[in-house]
């Protein structure tokens, strides 16, 4: 057996260390020191074996032969979770290769018994568990004894915790479900996770849930902050203040008012703070920029002294008084679910002693988004995303298996509930695709980008279709944004060709459109002019096969359903700006926009219209701006204009109309293009994210009265526990 080259140089600096004059350390202690560093080595473990050694190694490998207890300072739970280049580690270097995730799903009846046992022995070397370990405070820990028995012992605790009692002088009612989840998100806020996620299905009321957890901590010193999107915050305030008889619960103000000192805020006595994340991270960024231009002129700068910024919510007094927020609660928190974001750092700047994280899509677009809600939780030890995916997935990759994604949900659960939305008694909703065909000049301009796109997919391990990643560079968003423009409208296409050298050099605007979001960067005067344009263009309907399509299937509906609203989704403005262009002058109706475009405190005003609006106005709304806090249950009727790269985005969309209130049987319909090529790629990159979310969730699904369902997270479970006569309790 031989060493390598650098436990020889460490061996050589052990026997020629030089004792000092006090013979603190002698050539007997450097003896026992080097005995002891070769003794627990072997093949596999660092040292280089010859090759009999290495199959005789290979041979008697045990499932938890890696399973150290000795501390490791490269593995802290400090560390940044990289690995030396150097070390050979049997753990970790696995090769996953390009595989195709298989989902965790039950095999279908028609599967033969010999076709499950085939499966079975497919199992992987990469998808075992045994072998896996988490590290607390230098010292490592099998997966199974971090998520083995007593973990599972917790988790029951929390599913069968007794529901709260109803709060009185409350103006409302709650359900079962809802004392459930209070309950349980009290008991995780107050366990070493200090956090909880409620991922409950879209109008189950997730706000009166936060609302009355809030009110439960009201008797601790300090204030709680609710943020979310701006359009919500007032909607948060009246929730609040409208939840208990007056003269009772907690109050609320929206925060909005750079100008108010932390002193100011301190002074209202009211119980919660509600601001948005763009006002958190203005706040944080005064702050950023004043120590920077302070350091600058401390050091000699010729600058003039900076003034010092007023901020309302990153002031240090919050902390000198040791009044940090006591419960923070996240509404639409998958806005902040990585965290690289600015919102998501100035979020975790308050230093909140609780965080209280709500979504009806938790995973969102990626499985590893989870890892940007763990940031906000304290009590766990992946506190880096490479330890993250160390464990759950591929160091520096986003390739998960079945089994990886069992152990990762077996952890959320935790300290995540998810509520489905069967557990209201909703009417039925019926889907339907309306396939039509792109005209052949469309078909061509799109299959030419689709082209472009999928060469440059081509040999790249990992795909981020919504929200980017930077690193891919720009080619592969520009050709799927083109061809998604291009099988809308050609004037999408024309326009976005005229702008498109400004807009890649743009910080971000490319990712922001690509992921479906309404926010443009187009001036005043541009936004004007693209308007211009599109009232005069001649023939404006029978140039799109898309928009054709639309305008027969708008027409069809308002006839066969005249007592029903409609509202129509897409993920981009323009369109919807030519599709309100045609529906005036195919019907001449006028229709109602809800989109980034809406100032804030319009959109209610807009929701109200639409309510006492005709039946055949329809509500044109973008997916970034319709995705969230709203409640349009008076329309039953469904249009989504093109296939989104997000399934979880539609769902939020598509919950506005199908929640909790609507008592009408919901009629979905989405436009396929048959021979539109970026259809058919959004559609397949959608189905492969719904997959691997659908497997994470579906053990975090469940209703209040359901016991927690366990998955087995290892290929080879250890030895049951046994207890011995001398050592049992008596």
């Given amino acids: ?370 890892f940007g809600y763990l940031k906000f939780l304290k009590g766990h030890p992946f506190h880096t995303q490479s330890e993250f995916l160390r464990v759950f997935g591929t160091p520096g990759e986003r390739i998960t298996s079945a089994r990886k994604l069992a152990c990762l949900a077996r952890f959320m659960q935790g300290f995540t509930i998810a509520h489905p939305s069967s557990i209201l008694n909703l009417p039925q909703m019926n889907s339907f695709r309306i396939s039509f065909n792109l005209l052949p000049r469309e078909a061509v301009a799109v299959a030419e980008f689709v082209f472009e796109y999928k060469k440059c997919v081509i040999g790249t391990p990992d795909i981020i279709i919504d929200g980017g990643d930077r690193g891919q560079g720009l080619g592969l968003f520009t050709y799927a944004i083109q061809a998604q423009v291009k099988a809308g409208h050609p004037m999408m296409g024309e326009y976005l060709s005229e702008r498109w050298v400004r807009l890649a050099r743009l910080d971000g605007i490319n990712f922001r459109v690509f992921s479906g979001e309404d926010v443009d960067d187009q001036k005043p005067e541009e936004r004007k002019d693209w308007l211009e344009r599109v009232k005069k263009r001649p023939d404006i309907v029978n140039e799109s096969g898309r928009l054709s399509k639309l305008m027969e299937l708008f027409r069809h509906l308002t006839i066969t359903y005249p007592e029903r609203k409609l509202v129509m989704f897409s993920s981009f403005l323009k369109f919807l700006d030519i599709v309100e262009e045609g529906i005036l002058r195919r019907f001449k109706i006028q229709s109602l926009r809800y989109d980034g475009t809406t100032p804030s405190d319009e959109r209610p005003k807009i929701e109200e219209a639409f309510v006492e609006s005709n039946n055949n106005v329809p509500l044109l709304m973008t997916a970034g701006s319709g995705s969230i806090g709203l409640n349009i249950t008076s329309a039953s009727i469904v249009i989504i204009c093109e296939p989104w790269w997000n399934r979880n985005l539609e769902k939020q969309a598509i919950a506005r109309v199908y929640r909790q209130g609507q008592e009408k049987n919901v009629l979905l319909f989405k436009l396929f293009g048959l021979n539109s090529a970026i259809d058919a790629e959004v559609v397949t990159v959608a189905e492969a994210k719904v997959a691997i979310n659908e497997d994470l969730m579906r053990v975090l699904v469940t209703k209040h009265d359901e016991q927690p369902k366990f998955d087995d997270i290892l290929t080879h479970p250890p030895v049951p526990h046994v207890e011995f006569p001398e050592t049992a309790v008596i």
């Fill in 1 to 370: 057996m031989s060493l390598s080259e650098k436990q020889k140089a460490l061996l050589k600096e052990l026997n020629n260390i030089t004792l000092d004059v006090d013979g603190i350390l002698t050539s007997q202690t450097v003896e026992e020191a080097s005995q002891f560093f070769l003794k627990d080595l072997r093949p596999g473990r660092g040292l280089i074996g010859n090759k009999s050694e290495e199959e005789k190694f290979g041979a008697r490998k045990t499932p938890n032969a890696g399973l150290s207890t000795e501390p490791s300072s490269s593995h802290s739970a400090h560390s940044d979770g990289d690995e030396d280049d150097d070390a050979v580690s049997d753990i970790d270097n696995i090769e996953q290769g390009d595989r195709t995730y298989k989902p965790n799903r039950p095999p279908s009846p028609t599967e033969s018994d010999e076709e499950e046992i085939e499966e079975e022995e497919e199992v992987e070397e990469s998808d075992k568990f045994d072998d896996k370990y988490v590290v607390i405070n230098g010292i490592r820990f099998g997966l199974w004894d971090y998520l083995g028995f007593g973990y599972m012992d917790y988790i029951k605790t929390l599913y069968n915790v007794e529901p709260i009692k109803q709060p009185a002088d409350m103006t409302v009612v709650l359900h079962d479900y809802q004392r459930k989840i209070i309950a349980q998100s009290l008991l995780s806020l107050n366990s070493p996770f200090r956090g909880f996620l409620n991922g409950s299905a879209m109008g189950l009321g997730k706000t009166i849930e936060a609302i009355v957890t809030m009110y439960l901590f009201k008797n601790e010193p300090g204030m709680s902050f609710v943020v979310c999107p701006a359009a919500l915050c007032p909607q948060w305030v009246k929730a609040i203040n409208s939840s208990w008889k007056e003269g009772h619960g907690i109050t609320a103000f929206h925060l909005h008012d750079s100008s108010l000192t932390a002193h100011d805020v301190q002074g209202m006595g009211c119980d919660v703070l509600v601001m948005s994340y763009n006002f958190v991270e203005t706040n944080k960024r005064k702050s950023s920029k004043f120590a920077g231009d302070i350091a600058l002129y401390a050091n000699g700068s010729k600058a003039t002294r900076p003034k010092r910024p007023t901020m309302s919510v990153q002031s240090e007094i919050w902390h000198d008084l040791k009044l940090q927020p006591k419960l923070l609660v996240l509404d639409e928190a998958q806005m902040v679910n990585k965290p690289a974001l600015a919102w998501a750092r100035a979020l975790m700047a308050l230093k909140a002693k609780r965080v209280l994280v709500m979504s009806g899509t938790l995973p969102h677009n990626q499985w590893t988004n989870v």
